[in-house]
Nanobody, 127 residues
Framework: QVQLVESGGGWVQAGGSLRLSCAAS????????MGWFRQAPGKERWFVAR????????VYADSVKGRFTISRDNAKNTVYLQMNNLKPEDTAVYYC????????????????????WGQGTQVTVSS
């Protein structure tokens, strides 16, 4: 059974940093792209970042470009999201996700492009 477990969330002041991790188990995802989404209270879940199966291609939402960095360690079946210069508007539950199929070359910006999801980790940024 596939499981994705996020960790690393918490409370931080504006301008601070956090590093989220998402550990996958149940299968190997070295051939799958992975992504991060976030959902603020009362809002829809939105795309944050995506990394392809090799780690050589990354995509970011405009709102986080230059502040967030997605990376992966295929040996550990883990994807990371380094978040710097955090802002109050970054406050949300952050979810990691895995592509619906291997070697997927789509944009990865839509939720329906992903088949597996974690339970989410809360990030709160105070001003």
């Amino acid at each position: 059974q596939v499981q994705l477990v996020e960790s690393g969330g918490g409370w931080v002041q504006a301008g601070g940093s956090l590093r989220l991790s998402c550990a996958a188990s149940g299968r190997t995802f070295s051939s799958y792209g992975m992504g991060w989404f976030r959902q603020a209270p009362g809002k829809e879940r939105w795309f944050v970042a995506r990394i392809n199966w090799t780690g050589g291609t990354t995509v970011y939402a405009d709102s986080v470009k230059g502040r967030f960095t997605i990376s992966r360690d295929n040996a550990k079946n883990t994807v990371y999201l380094q978040m710097n210069n955090l802002k109050p508007e970054d406050t949300a539950v952050y979810y990691c996700a895995v592509d619906a199929g291997p070697y997927y070359r789509g944009s990865g910006r839509r939720q329906n492009e992903y088949a597996y999801w974690g339970q989410g980790t809360q990030v709160t940024v105070s001003s």
